[in-house]
């Protein structure tokens, strides 16, 4: 048997099993005289527990569990352990999973999420949050919601990412011309890497380290809390600087349109503002953790380079416009880069 297919195996028999322990947990929801009945929920992310979704996701256990008087209860799965994000998501969907965070691969399902997922739109931290306290993020979850069956509950952060490289300096988009660039699941994310001349090569997350190694990459563009804790910062020899970001998007938490619909109004409040609060803290989180992350690359001898940000933002805007056109999301753009101040 391929040692590839061990760890999926892994998955799929842990949500088959959390398919039927949910089933019958759900069946006792609903019943409290308050509205809130006992339920468990399953919460699952491809990140490990050093990263800040599980530091959101921790603070969320804690509050809904508050919150509810213990009714209801979380169960953490962090570190893929359920699955990479398109299974995750698919589990939502299937009911085996309750909560997950809609990264890149999520425009499988929801095309919308591209728009989030398009290099240097979003310029950083402060102009994420921006967006997701503008009707931006409100027109987003409605699509979302539309497009791929998942109410969007609030909003995490993945913090900024850079594009990090094993010799090649990055300072203007010529400097990309023919990188094979690792790239998550998303159309959006690829077509616009071809844009800035890169050859982008999709690669799951847990795999990043050992591409660079082997040679099958020869960079990534990964936040810097990620490249600290997957170590990359071992094998390369460049990264951006953190002033420009290469994506700073919003990360939408998703639950599947059709079991929030089973939950009482009291439960839905109770996990709105719970989720609220924990994604709050999960981006303050980010912030701090970001500072030290860099501060690290950065002191095992890892050059960061500066980088001419309106040439990448000139070369890569026909990939924003041509991708707001076909979501039909022209007006979104215009709000998204109106809020960049």
């Given amino acids: 048997m391929s040692h590839h297919f061990l760890p999926r195996l892994a998955s799929v028999v842990v949500a088959a099993a959390l398919l039927t322990t949910t089933a019958c947990t759900d069946s006792r929801g609903g019943g409290g005289g308050d509205g809130v009945g006992e339920r468990e929920l399953v919460f699952a992310y491809i990140t490990p527990e050093t990263f800040p979704y599980h530091d959101g996701a921790t603070k969320f256990k804690e509050l809904i569990e508050e919150k509810s008087d213990g ?152 936040d810097w809390g990620s490249v600290y804790s997957l170590k990359l910062h071992e094998l390369i020899g460049y990264a951006t600087t953190p002033e420009v970001a290469f994506l700073a998007e919003p990360r939408p938490i998703i639950v599947a349109s059709s079991y929030w619909e089973t939950l009482s109004d009291a439960e839905r409040d109770l996990i709105r503002e719970a989720m609220t609060e924990a994604a709050a803290h999960e981006r303050q989180v980010f912030r701090t953790a970001q500072d030290t992350a860099i501060d690290n690359v950065e002191g095992a001898g890892v050059e960061i380079t500066d980088i001419d940000e309106e040439a990448f933002t000139t070369a890569v805007r026909p990939a924003w416009d041509e991708w707001a056109e076909e979501l039909g999301a022209q007006e979104m753009l215009t709000t998204i880069l109106d809020l960049r101040d």
């Fill in 71 to 222: 009714k209801i209860t979380v169960r953490l799965y962090p570190g893929g352990q359920l699955g990479n994000e398109r299974e995750i998501n698919e589990s939502i969907l299937d009911g085996a999973v309750h909560i997950g965070v809609g990264a890149g691969a999520l425009a499988g399902l929801a095309p919308s999420v591209n728009l989030l997922e398009l290099p240097f739109l979003i310029k950083d931290q402060d102009h994420m949050q921006r967006i997701v306290d503008s009707p931006v993020a409100e027109d987003l979850a409605q699509r979302i919601k539309d497009e791929g069956g998942f109410e969007v509950i609030s909003w995490f952060s993945t913090g900024d990412s850079s594009i990090q490289t094993v010799d090649r300096p990055i300072r203007t988009p010529s400097d990309l011309a023919g990188l094979k660039l690792r790239s998550i699941e998303n159309a959006a994310l690829a077509d616009s890497l071809q844009t800035l001349g890169a050859s982008p090569t999709p690669m799951p997350f847990g795999e990043v380290y050992t591409g660079v190694q082997t040679g099958v990459i020869v960079g990534a563009t990964l």
